[in-house]
């Protein structure tokens, strides 16, 4: 007997890619029900019209519903996918450059960026976390794809969900370092630890043997450019940081990126690019996610989230990169503290082993940056500005109250519309 999953943000341009992510797994996981829901009509029309006809071209046999409707969408749902974005790409555009004018990366998942997309999301997904309880199946799972997945994920468990969270670079690391050695990503496993968007491969195992010595000596130049870090810097960590360390490990460098108006922000090539996918998918001869899509960003994302949905219904127990409470598997982090690392999945959800202690200068930066996290969760929750201001000052991409104050203010004004909990008077 299949399931029923609902995505909420159905009309992500992502949508077709999670699409072929669940055809290609159908053996795995019978979906007898799959539900896009979103709060945009024309965008739920163009992307449920496309994944329609891709699903109709495999001659899918379950059922495609495409609503508005948030508890027709819910209702007996096994599975909700939530990867939405509040305040859609005009907010993000704010994110990345707001605090530019402050002196700070803008960034949005990391930084005060970051911070600003997490006031607005967190209130949100915890409203439809409380409904899947109410009206999805019994036992149903959340999967947060949801930026910024740390600090969702931590509001979430904090508040006693059945979530796990997702993140696409892990995978993406397994097939970088698979192509370098040659071998088949699934005899590629991962040493990968740390918060999300805050992480380190620590070891590259294939087939047991730890081989991350091995690229660190032959393919530390070519790896230290995808990260867009120095090849010295991966030889002194015995580790490989993910791209989202260079805002940490680089900060003036970026920084000067940023203010120098040499390119275009993250924010306007993704509207530009999303343009051109909407148009394609109006297109009644289009049966198949277009080349386009891969310049959206979210490589793997599809695969990461169909493998994880198939191995909790299948109850597999293989081992998943996903975003978790630590209960123990990291020493010298909370329990409760969400971290992101490998963990078996199956019916009961992730468990992981224990791993190793974090090296100092990772763990200094986690326990920062989890710091900030749990304050931004009381301030999003609360609408505490106390907290959201406490928030910035343990961020280490801010950091300074002269800064931190003023541009809070801002930060605020400029996301009013969707911080209803911070303008109560």
């Known amino acids: 007997m299949g399931v029923k999953i609902a995505v909420v943000g159905g009309g992500s341009t992502y949508t077709p890619e999670l699409i072929e992510g669940f055809h290609s797994r159908r053996g795995r996981l019978p979906v007898d029900e799959l539900v896009l829901h979103d709060v945009d009509d024309e965008r739920l029309e163009v992307v449920g019209g496309l994944a329609r006809r891709i699903l109709q071209k495999h001659e899918w046999p379950g059922t495609l519903v495409v609503t508005r409707d948030r508890e027709r969408a819910l209702d007996g749902a096994s599975f909700v996918i939530v990867q939405l ?49 109410r009206r999805g199946a019994r036992g149903a799972w959340l999967i947060d794809f949801t930026n910024p997945v740390g600090i969702v994920m931590q509001a979430l468990l904090d508040h006693g969900h059945r ?55 032959r393919a530390a130049g070519e790896i230290a450019s995808d990260i867009g870090l120095p090849v010295d810097l991966i030889r002194l960590l015995h580790a490989v940081p993910s791209y989202y360390l260079r805002y940490f490990y680089a900060t003036d460098e970026v920084l000067r990126e940023q203010v120098s108006g040499g390119k275009r922000s993250r924010a306007e090539e993704v509207m530009e690019i999303e343009r051109g996918l909407l148009e394609m998918y109006r ?53 409760d503290a969400v971290v992101e690392i490998p963990a078996r999945v199956g019916a009961g959800g992730a468990q992981a082993d224990s791993l190793a202690a974090l090296a100092p200068e990772m763990l200094g930066l986690v326990q920062q940056v989890k710091a900030y996290e749990r304050l931004a969760v009381r301030a999003a929750v609360d609408g505490d500005r106390a907290a959201a201001l406490k928030a910035l000052l343990a961020n280490p991409l801010v950091g300074q109250y002269k800064i931190a104050k003023p541009l809070l203010n801002a930060l605020l004004e400029a996301n009013r519309a969707h911080l209803p909990r911070f303008f109560k008077d």
């Open 283 to 335: 297109d009644p001869g289009l049966t198949e996610k277009p080349a386009l899509l891969e310049r959206r960003g979210g490589a793997y994302y599809s695969e990461a989230a169909a493998q994880l949905i198939a191995s909790l219904q299948a109850d597999t127990g293989d081992q998943q990169v996903v975003d978790i409470r630590n209960d123990g598997a990291l020493p010298d982090l909370p329990d």
């Open 163 to 217: 979530a796990i969270g997702l993140c696409n670079s892990a995978m993406g690391f397994q097939r970088k370092f698979a192509q370098l050695l040659d071998v088949g990503p699934e005899r590629v496993s991962l040493d990968h630890v740390g918060l999300n968007h805050l992480t380190w491969e620590r070891a590259v195992h294939v087939d047991g043997e730890d081989r991350l010595p091995e690229l660190i000596e």
């Open 85 to 133: 974005r509040v305040g859609g790409q005009a907010a993000r555009l704010v994110d990345e450059t707001l605090p530019l004018e402050f002196g700070c990366i803008g960034q949005e998942t990391t930084g005060p960026g970051g911070f600003a997309k997490a006031l607005r999301t967190v209130p949100v997904v915890l409203d439809i976390a409380e409904e899947t309880e």
